[in-house]
């Protein structure tokens, strides 16, 4: 039996605790799987380790070996005492008990790095399933000083993440974690390797945070705005989903915007690349 399997198995009967289904709970026991989620994290141990969701510590304790300094977030009450027992004698460990999409992760990562001169932030989570995008999107937008961002998230939900924008997997997500990071993908986890086992699949990324964006834009925010409305009607071409979101007055104005660009008036909009909204949307901006 693994070693980990027998660990959680203990934890679990110790402090008589069972997965909550409400908050997306569901415990790794794979030695395979957490080994794969630490190497391809790529801590060094000038590094602070900022950890989403530790749950019982599983991945929790490989993190401390090897991080200068690891923050566990974590939302579910009854893992506090535990994970405060389990790593009482870890100088590097602390634990916050907050949700992380009210957390000032900007503020913390500045207290941290002024108080212990940590090199390189990154993020490591086991993301509950029902509030993936949320929180990945909270750590893309507010263009935060990280390093990496290394997830296990829903494979069905990974694969949209990592696709290139313009490939089959490609949903409005796509081009904004494209904007911001370059993605990787990491390994296929099957479902017994979590005790309750899942329904789905599930997929470690690594989202590697870009220096510098890929395309030039004049205004982001209206990029982006271009980009969801777009992805609203996404059955309909490009052309009639801007015009039916008022991105575009009207469709004369939108085939002109459009044929001045060089873009096919009949394209949908899974197939255009960033740089075409970022086209689209600097012409808008100076319209």
Known sequence: ???????????????????????????????????????????????????????????????????????????????????????????????????????NLRELIEEEKKDTEVKNVKIVANLPYYITTPIIMKLLEEELPLESITVMIQKEVADRLIAIPGEKETGSITYSVYYYAQAQDILEVPNDSFIPEPEVTSKVIKLNIRKEPPVKVEKKEIMFRIIKCAFMQRRKTLLNALVNTKVFIDKEEGIQILEKLGIDINIRPENLRLDDYANISNLLFHF
């Open 1 to 103: 039996m693994d070693t980990i399997l027998e660990e959680t198995k203990f934890i679990m009967n110790k402090y008589h605790i069972k997965a909550n289904k409400a908050l997306g709970q569901n415990f790794l026991i794979s030695e395979n799987v957490v080994q794969t989620i630490v190497d391809g994290s790529q801590i060094e141990k000038e590094d602070l380790v900022i950890e989403i969701g530790p749950g019982l510590g599983t991945l929790t304790k490989f993190l401390l070996e090897k991080a200068k300094r690891v923050i566990c977030i974590e939302l579910d009450k009854r893992m506090i005492s535990i994970l405060k027992d389990r790593f009482l004698l870890y100088k590097n460990f602390k634990i916050l008990s907050q949700d992380v999409l009210k957390v």
